[in-house]
Antibody, heavy 121, light 106 residues
Framework: QVQLQESGPGLVKPSETLSLTCVVS?????????WGWIRQSPGKGLEWIGS???????YHNPSLKSRVTISVDTSKNQFSLKVNSVTAADTAVYYC??????????????WGQGTPVTVSS | SYELTQPPSVSVSPGQTASITCSGD??????ACWYQQRPGQSPVLVIY???KRPSGIPERFSGSNSGNTATLTINGTQAMDEADYYC?????????FGGGTKLTVL
């Protein structure tokens, strides 16, 4: 059973960097698949942040690309997210998920439980 | 940038059929998938590649996609189906989500 678990500070100050890690169990990241980050602001919908392949290849939401860094550590079977220069608009529940890509499409088939992050001084 | 549009809310009576639409430019030329999100829970994939159900998803969930509209259909809607539903597509190396539809079963 594939399981994902997000972790990181629940409170980040404005202008600082948000850092989260997603640990994967029940599946080796090196075996394939893309791995993604998605967030959900309070009372709002889902917003894709970006995704990474085990090889390190990444792609990002154009609206966030300049502030986002996604990395992978296959030795620890985990991947990470950094968002720079955060503002209150970055307050959200952050999810990590496995991204299945076939036949020219993609879907997130396993999700973590989500971790809430508040940006406030 | 590519956009997907969903109605904010849909209501259905128990046992009836619920249909939730997702509109986007030539969406039928892409694949759509759907997620169910109950309050306080993570999203769950219920339909992928327009009309495929992941293991464990009840048969009452089905999907279609043609022209500019993808549709999630729930036959024999149950109270437990009350949730937010999101469509999602892949457009030019970008993952796009619809704004979500709140399904109320009353």
């Amino acid at each position: 059973q594939v399981q994902l678990q997000e972790s990181g500070p629940g409170l980040v100050k404005p202008s600082e960097t948000l850092s989260l890690t997603c640990v994967v169990s029940g599946y080796s990241i090196s075996s394939g698949y893309y791995w993604g980050w998605i967030r959900q602001s309070p009372g709002k919908g889902l917003e894709w942040i970006g995704s990474i392949y085990y090889s390190g290849s990444t792609y990002h939401n154009p609206s966030l690309k300049s502030r986002v860094t996604i990395s992978v550590d296959t030795s620890k079977n985990q991947f990470s997210l950094k968002v720079n220069s955060v503002t209150a608009a970055d307050t959200a529940v952050y999810y990590c998920a496995r991204q299945s890509s076939t036949a020219g499409t993609t879907a997130f088939d396993y999700w973590g439980q989500g971790t809430p992050v508040t940006v406030s001084s | 940038s590519y956009e997907l549009t969903q109605p904010p809310s849909v209501s259905v009576s128990p046992g009836q059929t619920a249909s939730i639409t997702c509109s986007g430019d030539k969406l039928g030329d892409k694949y759509a998938c759907w997620y169910q999100q109950r309050p306080g829970q993570s999203p769950v994939l219920v339909i992928y590649q327009d009309n495929k159900r992941p293991s464990g998803i009840p048969e009452r969930f089905s999907g279609s996609n043609s022209g500019n509209t993808a549709t999630l259909t729930i036959n024999g809607t149950q109270a437990m189906d009350e949730a937010d539903y999101y469509c999602q597509a892949w457009a030019s190396t970008t993952v796009v989500f619809g704004g979500g539809t709140k399904l109320t079963v009353l």
